[in-house]
């Protein structure tokens, strides 16, 4: 397992929540754990496990927002990806 993809999992979890989470390699970190991520042409990311579905936006930055990364958080905690669930 790469500590790479651990740390950007870990990274959504933080409190406070970071405002600089780089959205490329996070999806990254999101197929490593068997999510499966498609970019849509209106630049949003579409992510998949479980039949559980969450959208996220794309920012010209690359970077994801509080509101988008505390979804995304809800959503792995749905999906059973959480720090403790892949130390």
Do not use: W
């Not at 990254?28 to 496990?49: D, M, P, R, W």
């Amino acid at each position: 397992m790469s500590h790479k993809h651990v740390k950007k999992i870990e990274r959504v979890f933080e409190h406070p929540v970071p405002s600089d989470l780089d959205s490329r390699k996070l999806v990254s970190a999101l197929e490593h754990f068997g999510c499966e991520v498609e970019q849509t042409k209106s630049n949003k990311y579409k992510i998949f496990k479980d039949e559980k579905e969450l959208v996220l936006g794309i920012h010209p930055s690359g970077n994801l927002s509080k509101d988008e990364i505390v979804s995304l958080r809800h959503y792995l905690e749905e999906v059973g990806i959480t720090p403790s669930t892949i130390a």
